[in-house]
């Protein structure tokens, strides 16, 4: 494969928003070095305007849909890139704003804590344009970086450097088997980029090394069964980290998964479609059961978010152009949702200290406020109508059906009444418990921001879908011609649905 | 106004409930206020629609139709026909006697109005909804509130206080909870009822994708469905598809009716709920079964619901005897009303079960009126437990001499619920009774048993409430002297004889919706009547309504899809 390096600067346009936002990462350092002296507060809301500016001319990207490919086919900018983008920079803005409080706790290098969280996003973006597997194994390495040391950021907490320790000895051990995955494919293959192996022929290198490479990705957003750090790392992450880590590496690497699945293997859906059922139903399943015996929030808001990837991954397994716009659109609810719950949760333990369910109790009376987000977005993350999180089911559901996945969609809906007992204990606490300290707990105005912005995106998506789905529906567009035909796929469905 | 009557009454109690988010609980007033005027205007909508319906053109009136998702064929697709108006009507009459039943709540009472709302406009969007996208939607969201609801402002049961211990306290969470059987509190009761009807309410959401799948039609519209999806003969594990959604759809939405073996969830949840929630639950929300029975399984899949219906006549049958007979030995007041509920219930199983013109009409005034009579009793079962603080019968009596409004209107009450000639009731049962003799004499029988059976519990509760020696303990009790206190019970006293007396516009607008959808099922006409008495009038027949003919009215047709247009 060769290709040419002499760029022009029409296409360097496509990678103006990661270019902007290196140099305005450098200057979030920088200016942390010149002035130590800054309010830290400062800087977060430095490093926001950074990543406004770049989602920005994201929107503007999309309006104007400029897309391309750059590196021969290695960066490649298309509306579902662009989509992950706005996805993963939305979701950076709003953890920045919910950890400007939390910070405090930290004893050293709160400047730095800023500059890490925009460069993992920065590591992310790639992610989402990464169109080889070259690119997605550096963009990944680059973006978990980051999150190695987010994670252990609280140093003098065991903790926290527990979680750090699980998250890079796994994360090091999956970077292992990608790369391992890489050198068979491409040793079967001959190939790197993902259109190019369209039309390869299924040798047993092959499988296994897109299996290792499933492995891979499936640490990354955490699905049964390379699941055993995401309870760990989520309790002992600063809760921040925790949020971000559940919601934008899910994101990107989910734009790789379904480049993987759809350009890449579209062919041999009959195959992985086993693949995809399996893991499904074990990560619903086990995140649900294994979410009603906890009694921390945050590790609660792990294994939700297992259960969480189980659905998503229906969608993969429709692996229809539905099944994708569905993906996406879940990813949207889910985002607003989880942020929301998770801003709900620094709040708290700003006031409280703990992060125990038993913590919760009357939080209906000391603050009306949290306690109806907080219900909100729980009920949303269990499929409540007139909720984000319904709609998001629902669309999936809808799109695995039309591929006829009934044994799928029928352990979807159990999963959903198993997942409303655990949330509900989480609301019998809030509003059915009297508190033991009434009194009230006071919010400051970024964190409103963030629940406000949850509430909204929550609420909106639920009541009013349209504006969603023409925008997820036109982001994957450049899927159409890659997914398979209804027809080769009724076998294995109608083994399947039994 | 009136093409728009729907959109009022759903969003009002809505848009009552987004303002009193901004109202502070320090001005009780206005809270209570803004609760009463929402639900007022849903009341004179609900009213205007049920005066309002032509039962000559029949069909679907009101129709408002808003395109919601293109890529899932999902649309706002409102519209009542002669089954969904007279529900409406109850189902915002209940709320406003609900407003002012809950009057006096002074814990939270902003919260408790808000969800109260949301519970009442969710019910009446389900018996507005013609897409069964939001049927399940408006269903689904019925729940919710109720978990908070029972939680928040109910209360315990007797024995539960018994069995609290310190261990048990922490018992009762995560897993626990679960297994926790023995302990009735209202945070079980909750739970449980969420989890019940959420559980069976997914069964029916399988059914409905289905049928979204195989009619291959790419929309949820009911009406489209019903004359364009062609679900029979599909051959499904050992049995036929169309069997399967219409086993799904039943027990489905059979769960909140209750039928016999899923009804435990029903008694311990109106027990645990306070009076306003209890009238709801018990009048409205139970019917959203037996109405989502109708609207999906009777009419998407009526040669199925012939073959299948019998399922229901027996299962009535125990729904009928073993509610009452639970009924006759329990020994609190909202246990006996919850089981005369549910075997209530089987009664209106049973008219629609017998598939017959008269029945099926008899079961929808009775759906109407029981929603009436538990109301009323509900409410007096709240303001007894209010003044006296317990609710188990052989500890009260002589309350009386205390309370003489409420006696009276307690006597009303079981009367109505027994169906006494000159309630509506009375007109209800005995078109049941009538109509299913034919097909169903032994269920008839049983049903005739039952109607001895609320006789005898409920003047036993009668006589342990009000007469006999009383309990000095709650010599302080006092009646409802208030206006506010004594309107909901007078309003429904005087809706359930008024129409009791006057039944004919009731009984034409049931007839109206009835008649097509048996003609679909059974393909028998109704004998065409002269216009003359008893029956439906001449004019109005089936000949007329036949379901070839688009079944709308001032919209679009059913089967041109123009989602933009606005009915004018």
Not at chain 1, 18 to 28: D, G, Q
Not at chain 2, 360 to 384: D, E, N
């Amino acid at each position: 494969m060769t290709f040419s390096l002499n760029l022009s600067l029409s296409d360097l346009l496509l990678l103006l928003p990661e270019i902007f936002l290196t140099c305005w990462l450098c200057v979030v350092i920088t200016v942390d070095f010149v002035s130590p002296r800054l309010p830290k507060e400062r800087l977060a809301y430095l490093s926001v305007g950074g990543l406004l500016a770049t989602l920005g001319c994201l929107a503007w990207f999309d309006m104007n849909q400029v897309t391309g490919t750059l590196f021969g086919n290695m960066f490649v900018l298309d509306r579902m890139a662009i989509f992950f983008k706005i996805f993963i920079l939305g979701s950076t803005i709003l953890v920045i704003l919910a950890s400007i409080e939390y910070v405090d706790r930290f004893t050293l290098f709160r400047g730095e804590y800023y500059a890490l969280v925009v460069m993992s996003a920065l590591g992310m973006m790639f992610m989402a344009s990464a169109n080889d597997l070259l690119s997605v194994f550096v963009s990944l390495e680059f973006s978990t970086l980051g999150f190695y040391i987010l994670v252990s950021y609280l140093r003098d907490d065991m903790a926290s450097n527990e979680a750090g320790l699980k998250f890079f000895i796994l994360g090091v051990f999956a970077a292992g088997l990608f790369a391992y995955g890489i050198s068979l494919v491409y040793g079967e293959t001959g190939k790197l980029v993902f259109s190019d192996m369209a039309s390869a022929p299924a040798t047993p290198g092959l499988i296994i090394g897109f299996l290792l490479i499933f492995a891979a990705l499936g640490f990354k957003i955490g699905a049964v069964p390379f699941h055993s750090w995401i309870p760990d790392t989520y309790h002992g992450a600063p809760t921040p980290v925790t949020a971000f880590l559940s919601i934008a590496p899910k994101g990107a690497a989910l734009a790789i998964l379904l480049r993987i699945f759809i350009v890449a293997l579209g062919t041999f859906k009959p195959t992985w479609i086993y693949l995809l059922v399996a893991v499904s139903i074990i990560s619903m399943t086990y995140g649900n059961i294994v979410a009603i015996a906890q009694r921390n929030i945050k590790r609660l808001l792990a294994y939700s978010g297992i259960a969480q990837i189980g659905n998503v991954l229906i969608g993969l397994a429709a692996g229809t152009k539905m099944g994708n716009d569905a993906i996406l659109f879940y990813l949207l609810a889910y985002l607003f949702a989880n942020i929301g719950a998770f801003a709900v949760v620094i709040a708290v333990s700003q006031a409280i200290g703990r992060d125990e369910i038993e913590d919760y109790s009357g939080l209906g009376r000391r603050s009306p406020f949290l306690a109806f987000s907080m219900l909100l977005f729980l009920l949303s993350l269990a499929g409540v109508p007139p909720l984000a999180g319904f709609i998001g089911k629902l669309y999936i559901f809808i799109a695995a059906i039309k591929e006829g996945l009934y044994t799928l969609i029928t352990v979807g809906l159990i999963n959903i009444v198993i997942s409303m007992y655990y949330y509900l204990i989480v609301v019998k606490k809030m509003y059915i418990n009297e508190p033991v300290d009434p009194s009230p707990i006071s919010i400051s105005g970024s964190m409103k921001v963030v629940i406000y912005v949850g509430l909204a995106g929550t609420l909106l998506i639920g009541i009013y879908p349209q504006p969603f789905t023409d925008w997820v529906v036109a982001a994957t567009l450049m899927f159409a011609n890659f997914v398979a035909p209804a027809a080769t796929v009724t076998p294995p469905s109608l083994l399947i649905g039994g | 106004m009136g093409e728009y009557a729907l959109l009022y009454i759903l969003f009002a109690p809505f848009a009552g409930a987004l303002g009193l988010i901004f109202v502070s609980n320090r001005q009780p007033t206005l809270v209570r206020g803004i609760a009463a005027s929402a639900a007022f205007v849903s009341l004179v909508a609900s009213l205007y629609i049920f005066y309002g319906y032509d039962p000559v053109q029949g069909g679907f009136q009101f129709v408002q139709k808003f395109a919601w998702s293109k890529e899932l064929g999902i649309a706002l697709y409102l519209g009542v026909d002669g089954i969904g108006t007279p529900l409406v009507l109850a189902s915002s009459i209940l709320l406003f006697a609900g407003i002012f039943v809950s009057w006096h709540i002074k814990d939270r009472a902003k919260e408790f109005y808000i969800w109260l709302l949301i519970l009442a406009a969710a019910t009446i969007g389900v018996f507005m909804s013609l897409d069964l996208f939001f049927l399940y939607f408006f269903y689904e969201m019925s729940v919710i509130p109720m978990y908070l609801l029972l939680g928040m402002w109910g209360s315990h049961t007797k024995k539960y206080l018994e069995m609290t211990d310190p261990e048990g306290l922490k018992q009762r969470d995560s897993v626990g909870f679960i297994f926790n059987f023995g302990s009735n509190s209202k945070e079980y009761a909750a739970m449980k009822l969420v989890l019940f009807l959420s559980a069976f309410a997914v069964a029916a959401l399988m059914g409905i994708l289905l049928i979204y799948k195989f009619s291959g039609l790419n929309t949820f519209d009911i009406l489209v469905l019903r004359e364009q999806a062609n679900l029979m003969n599909i051959p499904v594990l050992g049995t036929t598809l169309d069997k399967i959604i219409w086993i799904l759809v039943f027990f489905g939405f059979a769960s909140i009716a209750p039928i016999w073996p899923l009804h435990s969830w029903s008694p311990v949840g109106h027990a645990a709920a306070p009076a306003a929630t209890s009238m709801l639950h018990a009048g409205v929300l139970m019917k959203l079964g037996h109405f989502s029975i109708i609207r999906v399984a009777f009419e998407i899949l009526p040669e199925t619901t012939r073959e299948l219906m019998p399922i229901a006549a027996v299962l009535c049958m125990f729904s009928i005897i073993y509610g009452g007979f639970v009924a006759f030995y329990a020994k609190d007041t909202k246990y006996v009303i919850g089981y005369s509920s549910s075997s209530h219930m089987g009664y209106v199983f049973l008219g629609m079960a017998a598939l017959n013109y008269i029945s099926l009409s008899g079961a929808v005034i009775y759906m109407f009126a029981h929603a009436m009579a538990t109301g009323m009793l509900f409410a007096m079962a709240g303001w007894v437990y209010d003044q006296t603080h317990t609710r188990d019968i052989p500890s009260l009596g002589g309350l009386s001499n205390k309370m003489p409004f409420i006696s009276g209107c307690f006597i009303v009450g079981c009367m109505a619920s027994i169906g006494m000639p000159g309630t509506v009731n009375f007109v209800a049962e005995i078109m049941i009774v009538v109509g299913s003799w034919n097909k169903y004499p032994l269920q008839v029988i049983v049903a005739m048993l039952g109607i001895v059976l609320t006789l005898a519990y409920l003047f036993k509760m009668m006589r342990g409430l009000f007469y006999g020696p009383m309990n000095q303990k709650y010599s302080h009790a006092h009646d409802a002297v208030g206006t506010v206190d004594r309107l909901p019970l007078l309003m429904m006293i005087t809706i359930s004889i008024g129409f009791g007396i006057f039944p004919m516009h009731l009984y034409d607008v049931v007839r109206s919706g009835v008649d097509p959808l048996i003609a679909r099922i059974t393909h028998v006409v109704p004998v065409a009547e002269t216009g003359k008495g008893f029956g439906v009038r001449g004019e109005a027949t089936a000949a007329v309504r036949a379901p070839e003919v688009p079944l709308i009215v001032n919209g679009p047709s059913s089967l041109t899809p123009d989602p933009l247009r606005r009915s004018e």
